[in-house]
T-cell receptor, first 111, second 115 residues
Framework: DQQVKQNSPSLSVQEGRISILNCDYT??????FLWYKKYPAEGPTFLIS?????DKNEDGRFTVFLNKSAKHLSLHIVPSQPGDSAVYFC??????????FGTGTRLKVLA | NAGVMQNPRHLVRRRGQEARLRCSPM?????VYWYRQLPEEGLKFMVY????????ESGMPKERFSAEFPKEGPSILRIQQVVRGDSAAYFC?????????????FGEGSRLTVL
């Protein structure tokens, strides 16, 4: 069962424009959502998170939006930079600290 | 560097051999997770351990795979009698347990190739 889904395997965006990465989930018991960035041959690194009691969290160029009624979250990167090119994973957990990851979206920022 | 340390970074085994992957969590972290990433796929949860205890191993195959996190020393993921389908990147992550952001800290992974 895929409780966390990233339906877009890849995304290309021009440098300076906005990148929007999407994630859907099925488990309404999730109480924390996170985004991770992964470069090739490296481990995932934490980017930003959001509690289920909030609908927005912002950190510099990165903003995560949570729509609980739609069971949907998105990561906005603006302005996008070539160094943002990586695979982005969304993840969620529900109290037991069992983190469930999506399959990832490969972002390519074109110079 | 007090990050999550995994070794070996690369491991080649022949079918039927054993693979042992080690993970030293960040200093002060008592929670360890193992994830597997198959080629072109996402991160699949395998097991969650605290010191000397397996908390959740629902993602571990029932046979050939085992994990431990002893009181002293690193966490070890052990794969017995490896098969070609075990070829993957295995990532370890740690957390202090209660993180304000819920963050997991990942190691750089161990890439297992089974010939």
């Amino acid at each position: 069962d895929q409780q966390v889904k990233q339906n877009s395997p890849s995304l290309s965006v021009q440098e300076g424009r906005i990148s929007i990465l999407n994630c859907d989930y099925t488990n309404s018991m999730f109480d924390y959502f996170l985004w991770y960035k992964k470069y090739p041959a490296e481990g995932p690194t934490f980017l930003i998170s959001i509690s289920s009691i909030k609908d927005k969290n912002e950190d510099g160029r990165f903003t995560v939006f949570l729509n609980k009624s739609a069971k949907h979250l998105s990561l906005h990167i603006v302005p996008s930079q070539p160094g943002d090119s990586a695979v982005y994973f969304c993840a969620a957990f529900a109290g037991t600290y069992k983190y469930i990851f999506g399959t990832g979206t490969r972002l390519k920022v074109l110079a | 560097n007090a990050g999550v340390m995994q070794n070996p970074r690369h491991l080649v085994r022949r079918r039927g051999q054993e693979a042992r992957l080690r993970c030293s969590p960040m200093k002060g972290h008592s929670h360890v997770y193992w994830y597997r990433q198959l080629p072109e796929e996402g991160l699949k949860f395998m097991v969650y351990l605290q010191k000397e205890n397996i908390i959740d191993e629902s993602g571990m195959p029932k046979e050939r795979f085992s994990a431990e996190f002893p009181k002293e020393g690193p966490s070890i993921l052990r794969i017995q009698q490896v098969v070609r389908g075990d070829s993957a990147a295995y990532f370890c992550a740690s957390s202090p347990g209660q993180s304000p952001t819920g963050e997991l800290f990942f190691g750089e992974g161990s890439r297992l190739t089974v010939l």
